[in-house]
Each structure stands twice: as C-alpha cells, then as structure tokens.
C-alpha cells in the first residue's frame, strides 16, 4: 500500500524559512514523479512545486520560484521542499503527491494518484 507522510509544516514569522519533507514507503518510489501541493482555507488546491521521477527537472508555480526549492533522494525515498523567504500568502495545508505525469499535465493534481495527510504552514506578518 503507498503511503506519504509529510513532517516540517509550522508556525513561521514572514521571510522566515521551513523544510517539508515527505517520506513514501510501500512502493517503487524511482517510478514516480513528486509534486508539492497546496490548499489555503476556502481555495482550490494548486500546484507548488514538481520533480521528475530522477530528480533531473523540477517544475514551480510562479510564486515560488526562486523562494522554494523541491529535492528528492530516491534512496531514502524522500522528498523535500524548501520554502525560504516565506510570506503570509504562502499559509495552507501542504500537501505530498506522487504519481506518473506528462510536461502538460505534471501541474494537474489529476495527474497524481497518491496523497499525504497534509502539514500546516502558517506565516504570520
């Protein structure tokens, strides 16, 4: 059965920094491309951040470019979002997905097929 877990949301000043991390297990993470959602109260989910499944390329919103930056160890079978220089707009439930995708769809969230619980990240002003 896949399982994500993430771990590293919290309660942040603005332009502080956090790490997310999301651990996968029970599966061929290798096969999977991995993506970093994003849901604030009363709004869609969106799409925060992309990687192929050999960490060669990485896809992002463009709020976070240049302010996140998403990794992936396939030996741990992990993956990780660095959020630097935070701000308030950047508070919501971040969410771990992991699925198979094409350059077009790689932004969709219909494109994955698994999901964390989702951590909290609130940036205060």
């Known amino acids: 059965q896949v399982q994500l877990v993430e771990s590293g949301g919290g309660l942040v000043q603005a332009g502080g920094s956090l790490r997310l991390s999301c651990a996968a297990s029970?599966?061929?993470?290798?096969?999977?491309?991995m993506a970093w959602f994003r849901q604030a109260p009363g709004k869609e989910r969106e799409f925060v951040a992309a990687?192929?499944?050999?960490?060669?390329?990485?896809y992002y919103t463009d709020s976070a470019k240049g302010r996140f930056t998403i990794s992936r160890d396939n030996a741990k079978m992990t993956v990780s979002l660095q959020m630097n220089s935070l701000k308030p707009e950047d508070t919501a439930v971040y969410f771990c997905?992991?699925?198979?995708?094409?350059?077009?769809?790689?932004?969709?969230?219909?494109?994955?097929?698994?999901w964390g619980q989702g951590t909290q990240v609130t940036v205060s002003s």
């Open positions: 997905a992991a699925g198979t995708a094409i350059t077009s769809t790689i932004r969709k969230s219909g494109a994955y097929t698994s």
């Open positions: 029970g599966w061929n993470f290798r096969n999977y491309d």
């Open positions: 990687i192929r499944r050999n960490g060669g390329t990485s």
